[in-house]
């Protein structure tokens, strides 16, 4: 089946850096990925949504230059937290949707990533 | 626009017996419906999925659920709750074209030896 590889699945580390999560469709290509957010004991909050070669489209209320998305390529996504402070804590998870012609294919998600921002 | 419902926040049976986990739906199109199930720390791991084919859906597991435009519900169920089975559990719609998912707040099942 379908694997979305995140890496790396948790980061300990000082308010101001950054940090950068990858998120891999490892055995399919994907033009389209998906960044979200969860709450502890919470649903996923989409964050955006990642689309190869152009620009990633934001949800409304999502800092664009705080959450910095790139996606190179077919395979790979990354989001970059930049300046973290410990507001940003929290479970990050992509997904990766395949690129093939027919419709309804599922999203994929990776195992995510646990931030923690001291 | 669409949404989700999850009716329950928190489910719990014991093993061996049925399992009922309800999700009612809001779309303004003919909606694509999903089941995910997240275990502790995890990503999301798809259960089954509805496209407008056949209304009885089978996943894997053995969790099924049914499309019902009627009632705008897609109940996920298993005759036999398994240990294996306790985790957080997602309805989810998305638009015609995938470009996003919208997530029902989730089920926690808890399943009692």
């Known amino acids: 089946g379908a694997v979305v590889s995140q890496h790396p699945s948790r980061v300990i580390c000082k308010s101001g850096t950054s940090v950068k999560i990858e998120c891999r469709s490892l055995d399919f290509q994907a033009t389209t990925m998906f960044w979200y957010r969860q709450f502890p004991k919470q649903s996923l909050m989409l964050m955006a949504t990642?689309?190869?070669?152009?620009?990633?489209?934001?949800e409304q209320g999502v800092e664009k230059d705080k959450f910095l998305i790139n996606h190179a390529s077919l395979t790979l996504s990354t989001l970059t937290v930049t300046s973290a402070h410990p507001e940003d804590s929290s479970f990050y998870i992509c997904?990766?949707?395949?690129?093939?012609?027919?419709?309804?294919?599922?999203?994929?998600f990776g195992d995510g990533t646990r931030l923690s921002i001291l | 626009a669409q949404s989700v419902t999850q009716l329950d926040s928190h489910v719990s049976v014991s093993e061996g017996t049925p399992v009922l986990l309800r999700c009612n739906y809001s779309s303004s199109y003919s909606p694509s419906l999903f089941w995910y199930v997240q275990h502790p720390n995890k990503g999301l791991q798809l259960l089954l999925k509805y496209t407008s084919a056949a209304t009885l859906v089978k996943g894997i597991n053995g969790f099924e659920a049914e499309f019902k435009k009627s009632e705008t519900s897609f109940h996920l169920t298993k005759p036999s709750a398994h240990m294996s089975d306790a985790a957080e559990y997602f309805c989810?719609?998305?638009?015609?074209?995938?470009?996003?998912?919208?997530f029902g707040s989730g089920t926690k099942l808890n399943v009692k030896p």
């Open positions: 997904s990766a949707r395949e690129t093939t012609g027919f419709l309804n294919q599922p999203q994929h």
């Open positions: 990642s689309n190869e070669g152009s620009k990633a489209t934001y």
């Open positions: 989810v719609v998305s638009d015609p074209n995938f470009n996003k998912f919208y």
